[in-house]
């Protein structure tokens, strides 16, 4: 081996890829057909999100040693980092065609299926991991993530209790002892293991994520929202479609109903106000609540720099919306109505948009950029007296309800 070869070794293991990179660059150039440095190169590159160099690392380890598991174990592993896990399971399935007896191989196709949100398959490939290797921290930890989703939260919590008792400062153990106490509804106890976690491993984001939620989850109806999101997350996309599709042909019965026997609008009128408030909380409550965090002494320092930039963005829509209620009921103008309308929606596709990453961002985001210029238009011309404002605030009514069904139909991808 060589003494580049040796350094990138250590300096992965160390977490540190971009060092680790710049030696196996230069073992490269010694040895440039190599399928060992190109597996390492691909790694250090794959924690850098360097998701091309990585997966062009990868492939080329593979097309050197076809016949060598671990070559596609990392390839999958690449692939899984990249979001593109429907190629990672095929990867990884040839890993374990060509040896079955490692628990490493089944451990990533828990993750990868996981990722996929196939939950019984989950369990059992992180189960065949454990049977190999029954002390497997990774797998125990997947095993027990497996279990919340399916329901089994007593058994999830046994389970990380005992990765826990294995390896105590494993962060990833504790992230996901947090995660479970937020599936528990006790947000306290999951800020201790997310506290932990973090003090072991600064930069592990599942930690730092679980930590958002828990701290957000002081508020009561951000912990009733986050029980619901935890609650919708565990469902199949098949299912969640089914509850969207059931909200939706719901409030239309309480509106059929309201119409049928108007005497019981005292019952109809507050049961519909709470569905308006339950669906505007289910787009914006993430961004909302990162807003009021960014007030408090310890919360503003556990958002990312993303996570600001989406609570100002959707705090400044709101505050315009905010601004055409005062308008609109404290001095009667119908110019505010317009304005409460318009940024409300828009609030919802802000909160949306900042709530994806990559491609799904820059679609999300440019789809409220067109919703903004048509309601800036309608604006103008209803302003102007012109009637096609109201033919371009139909267009905008269109486009939001479009909007939200492309949302969903990117969420559950």
């Not at 990672?88 to 628990?103: G, K, S, T, V």
């Not at 490939?125 to 921290?137: F, G, N, S």
């Not at 007030?295 to 505050?319: I, K, M, P, W």
């Amino acid at each position: 081996m060589s003494a580049h070869l040796a350094r990138a070794e250590l300096l992965l293991a160390q977490s540190r890829p971009a060092d680790a990179e710049r030696e196996l660059l230069q073992a490269l150039a010694a040895d440039p057909e190599n399928p060992v440095v190109f597996t390492l190169l691909a790694l250090s590159q794959s924690d850098q999100r360097k998701n091309t160099e990585a997966f062009a690392a990868a492939t080329r380890a593979v097309g050197l040693a076809p016949d060598w598991p671990h070559a596609h174990y990392v390839h999958a592993r690449v692939l899984h980092h990249s979001d593109r896990d429907a190629e990672a399971e095929i990867a990884i399935a040839e890993a374990i065609r060509l040896d079955p007896l490692d628990a490493d191989h089944f451990a990533l196709r828990a993750a990868i299926t996981l990722a996929r949100r196939d939950w019984p398959g989950a369990l059992a490939a992180a189960e065949e991991a454990l049977a190999l290797h029954p002390e497997h921290v990774g797998a125990a930890n997947l095993r027990a993530m497996a279990l919340v989703r399916l329901g089994r939260k007593t058994e999830a919590a046994a389970t990380v209790d005992f990765a826990l008792h294995r390896a105590p400062d494993n962060a990833f153990s504790h992230a996901n002892q947090g995660w479970n106490r937020l599936h528990q509804n006790d947000p306290k106890k999951a800020q201790e293991h997310f506290r932990e976690a973090l003090r072991l491993e600064p930069d592990l984001a599942y930690a730092r994520e679980g930590m958002l939620e828990a701290l957000k989850a002081r508020n009561p109806i951000y912990r009733a929202m986050l029980a619901y999101f935890l609650w919708l997350g565990r469902q199949s996309a098949r299912f969640q479609w089914a509850f969207i599709i059931g909200a939706f042909f719901g409030r239309r019965a309480i509106d059929a109903l309201a119409k049928q026997w108007p005497a019981l609008n005292w019952l109809w009128w507050p049961l519909l106000a709470a569905f308006y408030v339950f669906v505007y909380l289910s787009w914006t409550a993430g961004p909302m609540f990162n807003l009021l965090l960014l007030f408090d002494r310890f919360g503003r320092h556990v958002l990312s720099r993303d996570e600001r930039r989406g609570a100002l963005a959707f705090g400044v829509v709101l505050g315009g919306a905010l601004a055409g209620v005062v308008a609109w009921l404290g001095f009667g103008r119908e110019e505010g109505f317009f304005a409460t309308v318009t940024l409300a929606a828009l609030s919802i596709c802000v909160a949306a948009t900042f709530g994806r990453h990559g491609k799904h961002r820059a679609i999300l985001g440019g789809a409220t950029a067109v919703l903004a210029l048509i309601a800036g238009a309608a604006a103008l011309m209803l302003w102007n007296g012109d009637q096609a404002g109201v033919g371009a605030m139909t267009a905008f009514v269109f486009g939001f309800v479009g909007f939200q069904l492309l949302a969903n139909v990117l969420a559950t991808k």
